[in-house]
């Protein structure tokens, strides 16, 4: 009786109370030394900065982004050190409101890193320069690449070009002998041709804000210092101009390193405190509110059903945030976008306001011909514009049978696999679309408009290996996607995106088809119950402020 109240008055509550937009939280920090930017930030950041500027964009929904999240963030804390030349920042392209700074950088799908110089301004063909690696050492010999190649304009920014023959290295830094006390060493470093141990000793010392790195890549020019240029290939001179040569064990980097250190602490020098770390944050570690503890109660407590917050969020999501990412729909993407939008509006599980939007979005898409082009914003002012028309007709604005129990976990990966499910027990009902139509729409908007890249691939290549392209029937195509599904919770079964809660399983479980399984799949049982559960009247309104307008 009293688990019964709490219900009735949790269920009053979600029906008085239109639940706000959900801010995802960030996967980084700052203590991460990652700076969190978006639309409004990002380019701005990039223009006034002197340094050059390392930027993850990202989606908070893409598996592979939060599994990388922990190798980023190992790799941020490393760059720390190189802070006075790059700053390491984080765009998430999940967000509704950065869906313009990732549609001008063509951020297709992710995690996609790119590196830019300093006071950078986009144009039409200069869009960065994207670091296609994911392993942190090639990543930071890439960075350690580009970064040697700037020419760099503050006095605390390091020079990278070698001493030239005209050129006095007493005068050449104004900062050598205008200033002692800031500047009182350069430590003078001999480059071979074809290394760059010079390069590597200059990113290795900006701890040391006190000593200026110069490469000589002319033996020569050593004897001309007073060294002896067969055998001196590290030296230090003081702001003055005395120089002495260091002995380095050997002729290696961190040689090089220890003895210019062992110089600077001798000196009574320290370097710049490196960065408190902390691990990769954990869900348990988040604060799960009391409105989401009874939606994840209620939804573990009842038999499985499929609620019509979860396909509004996903349509709400699809139509405000991940089309209109796309540059340009053109050619195969108009098509995809034309077949995604022509489904959803057949088999609109939208309130009456809903239906009339995906018609008209329609109407205008199809406008454009198959050898037509639509601009992303084209699309995403006309969605707005003709909403603005019409009474509200996304109301939740939370997810029900999707809902994670902390950041990141589930939500909108869910709700696709959700609504492409329903899509295809709705098609069969009719012969509206031939078989199959339902699965090539949701290839059409994996390849062209889903933005995470591992998902991506792996879902291409189980389309071609499970011949998607060959289902030829209704019931088929409800069974093609149930048996995809379970592949793809097999594979993710203990993944660090597994939500604790919401286990990745093999469905249906016999706890709620018994039929479905004994010691294989009885596809007949599968079929019957996945046309039960989701057919349009066993739609739950759950968590939605009210189920008027509904059918």
Not at 27 to 43: G, Q, T
Not at 227 to 241: K, Q, T, W
Not at 338 to 349: A, D, E, G, K, T
Not at 489 to 495: I, K, P, T
Request: charge should be negative; charged fraction near 20%.
């Amino acid at each position: 009786m009293i688990r019964s109240l709490k219900l009735l008055v949790l269920a009053l509550l979600l029906a008085v109370c239109v639940v706000h937009a959900v801010i995802e939280p960030s996967l980084y920090s700052p203590d991460d030394n990652v700076k969190i930017l978006n639309n409004d930030s990002l380019e701005i950041e990039l223009y006034n900065s002197s340094n050059c500027n390392f930027v993850q964009f990202y989606n908070y929904f893409c598996g592979d982004c939060r599994r990388y999240a922990a190798t980023f963030k190992k790799l941020s804390w490393k760059l720390y050190d190189w802070r006075r030349v790059l700053s390491v920042l984080a765009v998430d392209c999940a967000q509704e409101i950065n869906v313009k700074i990732c549609r001008d950088y063509h951020i297709r799908q992710t995690p996609t890193l790119i590196v830019f110089p300093p006071h950078f301004q986009r144009t039409e063909n200069d869009l960065g320069f994207e670091i296609d690696k994911r392993e942190p050492d090639e990543i930071i010999s890439t960075l350690a690449e580009y970064i040697s190649k700037i020419k760099f304009t503050q006095q605390e920014h390091p020079n990278f070009e070698p001493i030239n023959k005209t050129e006095n290295v007493f005068t050449a830094d104004e900062d050598l002998t205008e200033d002692c006390k800031s500047k009182p060493y350069t430590v003078l470093v001999y480059q071979p041709l074809n290394s760059t141990i010079g390069r590597d000793l200059i990113l290795e010392l900006l701890t040391w804000p006190m000593v200026t790195v110069r490469i000589v890549d002319n033996r020569a020019l050593l004897g001309s210092l007073g060294l002896i240029p067969e055998s001196d290939e590290l030296a230090i001179m003081d702001c003055v101009g005395n120089v002495s040569p260091l002995e380095p064990e050997n002729s290696t980097l961190t040689a090089y390193v220890a003895s210019a250190t062992r110089f600077l602490q001798s000196a009574n020098y320290q370097p710049v405190a490196p960065l408190v770390t902390t691990q990769a944050p954990t869900v348990a570690k988040y604060f799960i509110d009391e409105e989401q503890q009874a939606i994840i109660s209620t939804v573990l407590s009842q038999q499985p059903k499929v609620y019509r917050a979860d396909l509004e969020q996903a349509i709400d999501s699809l139509l405000h945030t991940e089309l209109p990412k796309v540059p340009v729909f053109k050619g195969d993407n108009m098509l995809a976008l034309q077949q995604l939008i022509n489904v959803l509006r057949l088999f609109n599980p939208l309130n009456a306001s809903g239906k009339l939007l995906l018609d008209r979005i329609y109407t205008f898409v199809n406008s454009i011909g198959n050898n037509g082009e639509l601009s992303g914003v084209a699309f995403q002012l006309q969605v707005q514009n003709l909403e603005k028309k019409l009474p509200k007709v996304f109301k939740s604005k939370r997810y029900v049978g999707c809902i994670g129990s902390g950041p990141f976990l589930r939500g909108f990966t869910c709700s696709i696999w959700t609504l492409f499910h329903f899509l295809s027990v709705e098609s069969s009902k009719t012969a509206v679309l031939p078989p199959g139509a339902v699965l090539r729409t949701l290839h059409g908007f994996v390849q062209h408009f889903f933005g995470c890249k591992d998902c991506v691939q792996h879902f291409l290549g189980m389309a071609e290996r499970r011949k998607l392209f060959s289902v030829n029937t209704y019931d088929a195509e409800i069974l093609w996607l149930w048996e995809a599904h379970n592949e793809v919770n097999q594979r993710l079964a203990g993944d660090s995106t597994e939500d604790p809660k919401f286990p990745k399983q093999q469905y249906p479980g016999p706890d709620i088809c018994g039929k479905c399984y004994d010691t294989t799949w009885s596809r007949n049982e599968v079929l019957s119950f996945f046309k039960a559960i989701y057919d349009r009247k066993n739609l739950s309104t759950y968590g939605l402020p009210t189920p008027i307008g509904y059918d």
